[in-house]
């Protein structure tokens, strides 16, 4: 079993749609990463959580420690979000990637 | 905002070569850096972490004496891959933080021996 499982592993939008990536964990934490790789293979960390919310934009991260969980949302999704978004606890744990295709 | 330069790119190397790979972060002093590496089709997998001026403290099942780290400056670590075989093929990835609040990721390095 994994230490982080996210959710789906794949998914396909249209643009314009409101997209939701779940992250689950089974460790203890003292920060949760969300990150994006394009295909290229280069990587932006997007939010670095420890509770509650941040916003970035079009991009909004929970996370809530009780429930070991964590959502990643995306407002009116894009062509350019597509993407893996991945996450991570403690830098050292990492979900398997959700891949994002946002359509035209 | 931060940015870290991870050079170079791509590279090819023969089979009992050695490689390697820096990470610099250009404007900000980075006193943690990690070393990842990422297989086709998975997810990022820990190799090791450095501190600068100390030496580096590897993960589990990672060969330090294979995957030599070096983080001798604020701004710059390596990582040299040596005697690479085909199985070292991968995408290695840095990514470097001043105060463990924020991290910085590397654009990546694919490495293919042949």
């Known amino acids: 079993k994994n230490e982080v499982e996210q959710s789906p592993q794949n998914l396909t939008a249209q643009e314009g749609e409101f997209i939701t990536i779940n992250c689950s964990y089974s460790?203890?934490?003292?920060?949760l990463h969300w990150l994006q790789q394009h295909p290229g293979g280069g990587i932006v960390s997007l939010f670095m959580?420890?509770?509650g919310k941040k916003k970035h934009g079009r991009l909004i991260a929970t996370i809530n420690i009780q429930e070991k969980h964590s959502s990643l949302h995306i407002t009116a999704s894009h062509p350019r979000d597509s993407a893996v978004y991945i996450c991570?606890?403690?830098?050292?744990?990492f979900g398997t990637g959700t891949s994002l295709t946002v359509i035209p | 905002g931060a940015v870290v330069s991870q050079h170079p790119s791509r590279v090819i190397c023969k089979s009992g070569t050695s490689v390697k790979i820096e990470c610099r972060s250009l404007?900000?002093?980075?006193?943690?850096m990690f070393w990842y590496r990422q297989f086709p089709k998975q997810s990022l997998m820990l190799m090791a972490t450095?501190?600068?001026?100390?030496?580096?403290?590897?993960e589990q099942g990672v060969e330090k004496d294979k995957f030599l780290i070096n983080h001798a400056s604020l701004t710059l670590s390596t990582l040299t891959v040596t005697s690479a075989h085909p199985e070292d093929s991968s995408f290695y990835i840095c990514?470097?933080?001043?105060?463990?609040?924020?991290?910085?990721f590397g654009s990546g390095t694919r490495l293919t021996v042949v």
């Open positions: 990514s470097a933080s001043t105060d463990g609040n924020g991290y910085t």
């Open positions: 460790v203890g934490i003292s920060a």
């Open positions: 959580l420890s509770s």
């Open positions: 991570a606890v403690n830098q050292f744990y």
């Open positions: 404007d900000f002093q980075a006193t943690t």
């Open positions: 450095s501190n600068e001026g100390s030496k580096a403290t590897y």
